[in-house]
């Protein structure tokens, strides 16, 4: 599985970016997506989650300003991020996970993650 994300840069206190996460190499119309970020010496921070079915799920510091959304087309999920604080700066990994069974349980194929810097 490769994910490929992109998406990320310097933007200023209340702007907007849009963040991609490019998979292959799964059956992505049945993973689960993940966002996590993880800002300079801070321990990682859960984000927000899209299920199979559309089904979303958002942490409270981003509840309300980020949108998560997934094109099983494209095998593509997106990470709408509005209203950006200094506080969101951070690198943003992608997360595809595998429901292997409940045998072999989940699996996470993590992305390389892109880098969220907010200024002002």
């Known amino acids: 599985v490769e994910l490929v994300e992109s998406g990320g840069g310097l933007v200023q206190t209340g702007e907007s970016l849009t963040l991609s996460c490019a998979a292959s190499?799964?059956?992505?119309?049945?993973?689960?997506v993940l966002w996590y970020r993880q800002a300079p010496g801070k321990e990682r921070e859960w984000v927000t989650t899209i299920t199979p079915e559309g089904v979303t799920d958002y942490g409270d510091s981003v509840n309300g300003r980020f949108a998560i959304s997934r094109d099983n087309a494209l095998d593509t999920a997106y990470l709408q991020m509005n209203n950006l604080k200094p506080e969101d700066t951070a690198v943003y990994f992608c997360?595809?996970?595998?429901?292997?069974?409940?045998?072999?349980?989940?699996?996470?194929?993590w992305g390389q993650g892109t880098q969220v810097t907010v200024s002002g």
């Open positions: 190499g799964t059956i992505f119309d049945r993973d689960h």
């Open positions: 997360v595809v996970r595998e429901d292997l069974g409940t045998t072999l349980g989940q699996f996470d194929y």
